[in-house]
């Protein structure tokens, strides 16, 4: 399983992978509302299952990163190099801000964690 270096590492294929998908992963829950996923069932991933092997159990789990790494010793060491401040803001700005707020609000944290954001120049508006 591929380590991540660093929060900038993160940041980069995460901001990547968001901007590109432009789709939330979600499904709906036994309660017909909409639920994030780390892997939905039309193969879009969020900001943290961008990082899951696939095929990893991983993928269908439904909890946050803090339980999720203490489930799966070897999603934990992936993650292991980044801040869990910067995993749980990254997967919010997935699961809690509205698609077309992405692009701003990943700037935003880069600022805040001292990330370069040149990976964000090809989607400027």
């Not at 979600?26 to 017909?32: A, F, Q, S, V």
């Not at 879009?44 to 961008?50: D, P, V």
Request: include cysteine; charged fraction near 25%.
């Amino acid at each position: 399983m591929e380590k991540i270096k660093n929060n900038q590492e993160f940041f980069d294929r995460v901001a990547k992978h968001l901007l590109t998908q432009k789709v939330k992963a979600i499904e709906k829950n036994h309660m017909g509302n909409d639920q994030c996923r780390y892997l939905d069932c039309n193969g879009n991933k969020c900001a943290i299952g961008c990082w899951i092997p696939n095929g990893h159990d991983a993928q269908d789990a439904q909890m946050g990163i803090s339980n999720l790494m203490n489930t799966y010793e070897d999603i934990k060491e992936i993650f292991s190099n980044v801040s869990i401040s910067l995993l749980e803001r990254m997967q919010s700005c997935h699961d809690s801000h509205d698609i077309d707020k992405w692009f701003g609000r990943l700037k935003s944290l880069a600022r805040e964690y001292y990330l370069d954001v040149s990976v964000l120049e090809q989607y400027a508006a």
